[in-house]
């Protein structure tokens, strides 16, 4: 399970959540503004995020996680600021149709660039600005899809997830240089908008094989938990609905 021994509390800290504007990113900014943190939500879709930032006092500003250049920018506006950063969430993600084979190659680059490519570049950006701050924690969100060896209907997305894991615990030496701890969640399927429309097309014999559900709030407390727990680093947190969190060993990728 996850645990905070020490329970710190957040407030008076900043955070950024990539694609705050609903779902898991919206829960997320929900949880950490409760527990006193100042968030920035960074969305494509600049209603959703406006009126999530609106509704939970926090700032957002438009950015395209596809795009290094829109990306770098918002890392480089943050920095203008003088505002530093304590907690970066990448959260935004997604398998939009069609999936590889079908697929043309330029879907499968975006889809590795939006989960896997744009993870990667935020956490490079946000590494200066939490070594000035003598630390911080950087929380990935994955997927069961990244784990073990099943087949998937999405092979990029999973490819990408699974890289992402991979990147989350290459970067534990990072705590011992600048106390920056490097956490990711993998939850399986969790009751978010993309989630309902997905269940929405599929026939009754598909959703009666699919797992309990997951709530987008239960992801967030799990986030929250890793930002609090200043002690560990590295950590692959499992998220299924109707059991506890579990804190996967570097080696258990099978019985999954």
């Not at 899809?145 to 894991?165: D, Q, T």
Request: charged letters at 20%; hydrophobic letters at 45%; a neutral charge.
């Amino acid at each position: 399970m996850v645990t905070t021994p020490d329970s710190p509390s957040l407030e008076g800290l900043n955070a950024l959540v990539t694609g705050g504007a609903a779902g898991i990113g919206r829960a997320v900014v929900q949880r950490l503004r409760t527990e006193g943190a100042s968030v920035i939500v960074a969305d494509l879709d600049a209603n959703a995020g406006r009126a999530a930032a609106a509704q939970l006092d926090s700032e957002f500003v438009q950015t395209d996680l596809t795009s290094e250049v829109q990306v770098r920018g918002l890392f480089s506006g943050i920095r203008d600021t003088g505002r530093p950063l304590d907690i970066l969430v990448n959260n935004a993600g997604g398998a939009p149709r069609p999936y590889f084979p079908d697929a043309p190659a330029t879907h499968w680059l975006k889809s590795i660039s939006l989960n896997l490519t744009g993870p990667m570049l935020a956490t490079q950006l946000v590494i200066p600005m939490m070594v000035e701050r003598q630390g911080g924690v950087v929380i990935n969100v994955g997927s069961v899809a990244g784990l073990g060896w099943g087949p998937h209907s999405s092979p990029e997305y999973a490819a990408a997830k699974a890289g992402l894991i991979r990147l989350t615990s290459s970067l534990v030496p990072l705590y011992a240089r600048w106390r920056i701890r490097v956490h990711c969640v993998c939850p399986d399927w969790v009751d978010t908008p993309s989630s309902r429309r997905n269940r929405a097309a599929m026939a009754p014999e598909e959703l009666i094989r699919l797992p309990p559900i997951l709530a987008s709030s239960e992801v967030a407390d799990a986030i929250v938990a890793l930002a609090k727990d200043t002690g560990s680093t590295g950590r692959i947190v499992l998220l299924r609905g109707g059991l506890p969190p579990r804190v996967l060993p570097a080696t258990d990728w099978k019985g999954l």
